[in-house]
């Protein structure tokens, strides 16, 4: 049964940084590809970054040079590493698993995805 965690949100001023944790337990496969979405109040979920079983990783052009997603192996969490937040950074931010070696069509798809977090949320002002 495979489990998400997240922790790290917070609220910060523009121009901060965060970093999110995803802990993931149950999973015996090193089949995995995790992701990152959001989703502000009254918007889709979307996609923030990804990170595929291969160590190959993809970002939202909104964020990208701003936040990293990285993960050492499959035992340890998935961190995004946020920084320059600006306040249309602000949401409900979700950590998500997939047991493929590949993340899936680009924009990564909510859909393609069936494990999932409570989410963990960041507010910037």
């Known amino acids: 049964h495979v489990q998400l965690v997240e922790s790290g949100g917070n609220s910060v001023q523009a121009g901060g940084s965060l970093r999110l944790s995803c802990v993931a337990s149950?999973?015996?496969?090193?089949?995995?590809?995790m992701a990152w979405f959001r989703q502000a109040p009254g918007e889709e979920r979307e996609a923030v970054a990804g990170?595929?079983?291969?160590?190959?990783?993809t970002y939202a052009g909104s964020v990208k040079g701003r936040f990293t997603i990285a993960r050492d192996n499959a035992k340890t969490p998935l961190d995004l590493q946020m920084n320059n937040l600006k306040p249309e950074d602000s949401a409900m931010y979700f950590c998500?698993?997939?047991?493929?070696?590949?993340?899936?069509?680009?924009?990564?798809?909510?859909?393609?995805?069936?494990?999932w977090g409570q989410g963990t949320q960041v507010t910037v002002s």
């Open positions: 990170r595929d079983s291969y160590g190959s990783t």
């Open positions: 149950g999973v015996t496969s090193t089949r995995v590809s």
């Open positions: 998500a698993a997939r047991l493929a070696r590949s993340l899936g069509p680009r924009p990564l798809r909510p859909s393609d995805f069936g494990y």
